[in-house]
């Protein structure tokens, strides 16, 4: 498919097209409708074949999900944009503003995704059981999942762990104040997966889901390198950063940030006493190295909390200027079944705290 402009102007229970097998789309525009329930394309992969998208142009005109694959071997879009796009369908579907995928692999490189919405998970991305999944170079501005992962969830169910990477990312939030319910998460994990985290810069997010800008479940783990973020603003989340909250305990867990820039932070009054950067309630190993964490203002929060004994490591870290309205820890410890437990602070070779 070449140079081919699309109105979803066809009355439709579910997707406005229905493709299968091997698809290519080419310098091409597709724009949805709101007689059309879900989404623009809908592609079955029969679990054998392929779909690239190359330089096209996607409007969901606020109505429809952009592109859900599904049983494919590999799916590749370069050189395209994304606006306007809204994961409505609830059920298995659950969320995915812009791109869902089940059962088949992702290479992206060199996107724009603007104006995203869903109620429920994922915004950008909802990715269930693929076996790789590889984005570079990608621009995001205004997105939002109700749920979580404003940016991406990713859930995998597979018996073996897999690797998610992402690179060069920025990503663009709301209005600092902006009024609607979830806001601007970046990376819901779920299931047996490494996510990976190169090169990202983002600014100006909005955090009200219960949660945090990362989450991770079901044993993922989640590496950030070279991440930079600028004016967070929380109302009611359980962390600001990073929030993990349960786990099977079948794969070691990990949280680490290689040199990372945290930047204007804020807690909004609460009566919760909630936590500033991580907040954990199981085994996991925590590393910072070579971070940074400047003008952090909160009503009553600590900088760290565990529930469980853990492994933190603090290598070069930088804290200036961190406030709290109330007295409170700055790392709290506390389990829910003994009075206390004691987490290992195992390295801290240059910590700084600014006030």
């Known amino acids: 498919?070449?140079?081919?402009?699309?109105?979803?102007?066809?009355?439709?229970?579910?997707?406005?097209?229905?493709?299968?097998?091997?698809?290519?789309?080419?310098?091409?525009?597709?724009?949805?409708?709101?007689?059309?329930?879900?989404?623009?394309?809908?592609?079955?992969?029969?679990?054998?074949?392929?779909?690239?998208?190359?330089?096209?142009?996607?409007?969901g005109v606020y109505s429809n999900n952009c592109i859900n694959m599904i049983n494919g071997n590999f799916s590749k879009i370069n050189s395209s944009t994304f606006e306007n796009c809204s994961g409505y369908i609830s059920g298995i579907d659950r969320g995915g503003g812009a791109l869902r995928l089940d059962g088949i692999s992702l290479n992206m490189n060199n996107c724009v995704f603007r104006n995203i919405f869903t109620p429920f998970y994922g915004?950008?991305?909802?990715?269930?059981?693929?076996?790789?999944?590889?984005?570079?170079?990608?621009?995001?501005?205004?997105?939002?999942?109700?749920?979580?992962?404003?940016?991406?969830?990713a859930d995998s169910a597979l018996e073996d762990q897999v690797t998610y990477t992402m690179k060069n990312v920025k990503y663009f939030g709301n209005d600092l104040n902006h009024p609607i319910e979830g806001g601007d998460s970046i990376a819901s994990v779920v299931g047996y997966?490494?996510?990976?985290?190169?090169?990202?810069?983002?600014?100006?997010?909005?955090?009200?889901?219960?949660?945090?800008?990362?989450?991770?479940?079901?044993d993922s783990s989640i590496s950030l390198k070279n991440i930079k973020i600028n004016r967070v603003n929380g109302v009611f989340c359980s962390a600001l950063l990073f929030f993990n909250s349960y786990s099977e305990g079948l794969i070691k867990q990990t949280f680490e940030i290689i040199n990372g820039t945290f930047v204007d932070f804020t807690y909004q009054e609460t009566s919760a006493q909630l936590t500033a950067i991580i907040g954990t309630n199981n085994i996991i190993e925590i590393i910072l190295s070579e971070c940074t964490f400047?003008?952090?203002?909160?009503?009553?929060?600590?900088?760290?909390?565990?529930?469980?004994?853990?492994?933190?490591?603090?290598?070069?870290?930088?804290?200036?200027?961190?406030?709290?309205?109330?007295?409170?820890?700055?790392?709290?410890?506390?389990?829910?079944?003994?009075?206390?437990?004691?987490?290992?602070?195992?390295?801290i070779i240059i910590v700084m705290i600014k006030t």
């Open 1 to 59: 498919m070449t140079r081919i402009i699309f109105n979803g102007l066809t009355k439709s229970a579910d997707n406005c097209l229905n493709l299968h097998g091997n698809v290519k789309i080419d310098n091409s525009k597709f724009y949805g409708n709101s007689l059309c329930d879900n989404s623009i394309i809908y592609y079955d992969g029969g679990n054998i074949n392929n779909i690239t998208v190359s330089d096209s142009y996607f409007n």
């Open 123 to 153: 915004g950008v991305f909802n990715i269930f059981n693929a076996l790789n999944f590889d984005v570079e170079g990608i621009e995001v501005y205004n997105t939002t999942a109700v749920l979580n992962g404003g940016l991406i969830l």
């Open 193 to 218: 997966i490494q996510f990976n985290m190169t090169e990202f810069y983002g600014e100006d997010f909005y955090v009200n889901n219960d949660y945090a800008l990362f989450t991770m479940n079901i």
């Open 294 to 347: 400047k003008n952090f203002n909160v009503f009553n929060s600590e900088f760290m909390y565990n529930s469980q004994e853990n492994n933190v490591t603090m290598s070069n870290v930088i804290i200036d200027g961190y406030h709290s309205k109330r007295l409170t820890n700055f790392i709290e410890n506390s389990g829910y079944y003994e009075p206390r437990k004691y987490f290992k602070l195992l390295v």
